[in-house]
């Protein structure tokens, strides 16, 4: 096994129509790992509580917003999500000169979960996620497995009204504000001299590892990469391809836009193989804060056989049974030590579903385009409904607080006939 990174992407005006920001994350994964969706409400916290991520505890906040996640299974961070604020956020894999290999600590995921439930903005998110990098460090393997994997971590982070890039090696870090067009990610550094923030040792401790002289214009992604930034923009490679589908839509970016990127298996952005896209999110935030953000995720592996179906904050929303994996508490594998001796099933109902037509659409040409074609239909007849919330803002919140475990059940009604 070859393990691969995923790709997230953003788009602000003037790239998007209508005065909206557009971000979309792929997950690739192991191919028999299952991504559940889930939602948790916002929270109040005691003082003195704590909060078990996946390896370790950390200190617990006053207060949690909602969010809704799409995260293995596994484990208790997340590869991508959305609060209640309407902040997104999504993380890459990076290696570079700094090893990744180190004690249990907390993993990407984790962070990605933290900044979502405790940060109100984007730029809130960079400093909710570097304090807990510089108070926890970054570490522990990233597969459910004996086998060690592990990384160190990018993300994406966008709200109403802009979008920050943040890349880190261990405790050091560098950031990058995006305030207009577009921009992704996949698995290399690319920020390079244009910093708006950064770890205050970052530089110095370049220096002292002989990375940098100290003199010559100081480009983060050159410095901490195994390679040049050349490298990056390399023919072939998931980024130059996402950043070419990005431009050639450019002016006119919309969800739509997003989700056949997301699909695209040309470029390898949609992966097959050992490594896999295993859940896709795209989200539409309009500028507007009277307009509510629109997020459309997958729960189940290969965006070209799935639904994306759509979620909104709003009061009282139902738990996402159908795509909520079982629970094991204690007793998970994951949380005895030696951990991992052994893999339960964490198959949620719509991945058991989604698993066997999956496997028909592949086997049977002229009925697994059926398939598909009902389920775009289903789709673009969802996608044609959020367009009067994100227009004109929300009517019925009732409706709404069931909103995508109702587009799930007519997913597997699809299957059912099929």
Known sequence: MHPSSCDTFVALPPSTERQSIIFGKNSDRPCDEVQEVVYFPARDYGAGERVECTYIEIEQVAHTY????????????????????????????????????????????DLVRIGLERANAAEKAVDVITELL????????????????????????????????????????AAERVKAGYRNISNQYSITTKIDKEHPEMREYARSQGWWDGETQFNFSTVYSFTTTARIEASGSRYCEGKKLLEKSNGHITAETMMAI?????????????????????????????????????????????????????????????TSSPSYGADDPVKKKPRFQSKPDRKHVLFVKHELVAAIIQSYEDRGKKITESLRKL??????????????????????????SSCVREEMAVYGTS
């Open 262 to 322: 997301l699909r695209d298996k040309d470029s390898g952005i949609n992966m097959e193989g050992m490594f896999m896209t295993t859940g896709s999110m795209v989200s539409v935030i309009p500028m507007n804060p009277a307009l509510p953000g629109v997020h459309y995720f997958t729960a189940t592996p290969d965006p070209e056989r799935s639904v994306f179906k759509p979620f909104i904050f709003v009061k009282n929303i139902n738990e996402l049974k159908e």
């Open 379 to 404: 789709e673009k007849e969802k996608m044609t409904q959020m367009e009067k919330n994100l227009s004109n803002g929300i009517m019925d919140p009732d409706f709404l607080a069931d909103l995508f």
């Open 134 to 173: 510089e108070k926890y460090g970054q570490g522990g393997t990233c597969m459910e497995d004996e086998c060690s994997f592990t990384y160190h971590n990018s993300f994406l982070i966008s709200d109403r009204k802009e979008a920050w890039l943040l890349e880190t090696s261990g405790k050091h870090w």
């Open 66 to 109: 909602a969010v809704v996640l799409s995260k293995p299974a596994w484990l208790w961070g997340a590869e991508m999500g959305a609060n209640e604020h309407q902040v997104c956020i999504g993380n890459e894999a990076v290696w570079g000169r700094e090893s990744a290999d180190g004690d249990e600590a907390l993993l990407g995921m």
